[in-house]
């Protein structure tokens, strides 16, 4: 008997989560038991990785500060292997080859390890394709002002760091996102967390999930100023692009993180990190494309998500565009490490089926 196939796995519920959930309908996200707004620009990111750990390890430490300090300074050794070969890779696949060095477990202590990995060795990366050495982490620093550090080589500023900590927060979880359903596949056959995580990275990879805001920040240059808008989009979508930054799997209407990070955008920019008129420019841009998509496709709701602010905030926080997913990483792989623990505590193999469609074999004689 022939199965329903779901392209996309589009509203198939695969599993059950006390972690996020994001209401597609009313453009809510919740973390567990909280709304974002409760949590972005009011949580640190060390507090938010521990209330999504809460439950899925033995005894966690009151203060997640002194572990992942720690952490950073361990997986700091890693950063010797960083070669020629290595600096010649994109940002997120070098990264995502030193975090493969890393033991594998499920462990307390892995996990930790795990959470330190982007944020360490994006730093050690960046600065090796600018010619630069490394800075070894701090470990009494919050882990957003210490990534910022660790890239630019000067203690950032407190609004900086505050910026970077509001942007973890925000991408720390979001229900069974492709990324995050690759590391609970991977969770389920066992093979350990440093397995599951590279899951996610290689998922969150791709322009249609993660990598899509190295692209706007294209776009944006290449519209170059507000009348050149309509032209430009109408010229990327006759040729087949989609437009990078709108459109969402789940949301069908704005997705409420673009708001939080446009709130942390507009707060950099009282403290003048941010271009003057970027972020005028960007609405600019973000209102012709709605208004486009919207003549385009009357029938399906394309609104801006989560990574055109992202793009603006990363942007003003001096991080280079070919980065940016390693970023979103960092703040991720918390998610990713609880998702991975709850389907290993409860879940079971992750196997679907498919249907074959190919040819059949010929009746044997
Ligand atoms: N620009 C132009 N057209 C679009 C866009 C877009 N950004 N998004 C969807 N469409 C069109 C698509 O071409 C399709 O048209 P048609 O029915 O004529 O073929 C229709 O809208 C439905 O698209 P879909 O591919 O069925 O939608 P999906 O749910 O599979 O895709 C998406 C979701 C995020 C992959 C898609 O909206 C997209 O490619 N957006 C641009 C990339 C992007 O911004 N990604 C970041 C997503 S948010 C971060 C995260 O949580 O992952």
Redesign the pocket.
């Known amino acids: 008997m022939s199965k329903k196939i779901s ?2 796995l ?1 509203d198939v519920v695969a599993a059950a989560t006390v972690l996020s959930e994001v209401d597609g309908q009313a453009g809510r996200l919740i973390i567990r038991g909280h709304s974002l707004d409760e949590l972005a620009g009011r949580i640190a990111y060390e507090d938010l990785a521990r209330l999504l750990w809460t439950g899925f390890f033995g005894d966690l430490p009151g203060d997640f500060g002194p572990a992942l300090g720690a952490a950073r300074v361990q997986v700091f050794e890693e950063v010797s292997a960083l070669d020629t070969g290595l600096l010649a890779l994109s940002p997120i696949e070098a990264m995502r080859a030193l975090t493969a060095r890393l033991a594998d477990g499920d462990s307390l202590d892995v996990a930790f390890r795990l959470m330190a990995a982007p944020a360490v060795f994006t730093a050690a990366v960046v600065r090796g394709q600018a010619g630069e050495a490394p800075v070894r982490p701090d470990p009494t620093l919050s882990h957003a002002a210490d990534i910022l550090r660790m890239i630019k080589g000067r203690a950032p500023t407190e609004a900086e760091a505050t910026a970077l900590d509001t942007y973890l927060v925000t ?1 720390s979880d ?1 229900g069974l ?3 995050t359903f690759a590391a609970r596949v991977v969770a389920s056959t066992r093979a350990g967390l440093a397995s599951a995580t590279l899951a996610g990275i290689s998922a ?1 990879k791709g ?6 805001p190295g692209p ?1 920040i294209d776009m944006l240059d290449g519209i170059g100023a507000p009348e050149n808008a309509r032209a430009w989009i109408e010229d990327a ?1 006759a040729r087949g ?10 949301y069908r209407v704005r ?1 409420p ?1 673009a708001d939080a990070l446009k709130k942390a955008v507009r707060r950099l920019g009282d403290g003048s990190n941010v271009l003057p008129g970027r972020l005028a420019f960007a609405e600019a841009v973000e209102q012709a494309a709605l208004a486009i ?1 919207k003549e ?2 009357p029938d ?1 709701t ?1 609104d801006t ?4 602010y992202t793009a603006l905030l990363l942007e003003a926080l001096a991080f280079p565009p070919s980065a940016f997913t390693c970023v979103f990483a960092m703040g991720r792989v918390a998610g990713w490490i609880a998702h991975a623990r709850e389907q290993l505590a409860g879940g079971r193999l992750i196997r679907p089926q498919s249907r074959y469609i190919g040819p059949l074999p010929k009746v044997a004689a």
């Not at 322009?207 to 899509?212: E, F, R, T, W």
């Not at 989609?242 to 799997?249: A, I, N, Q």
């Open positions: 392209d996309g589009e991408v979001h996102n492709a990324s969150l322009p249609l999930h993660g990598g899509a706007i979508l692009d989609r437009l990078m930054g709108f459109g969402h799997r789940v997705d993180r998509l385009r496709k399906r394309l998500n989560v990574e055109f």
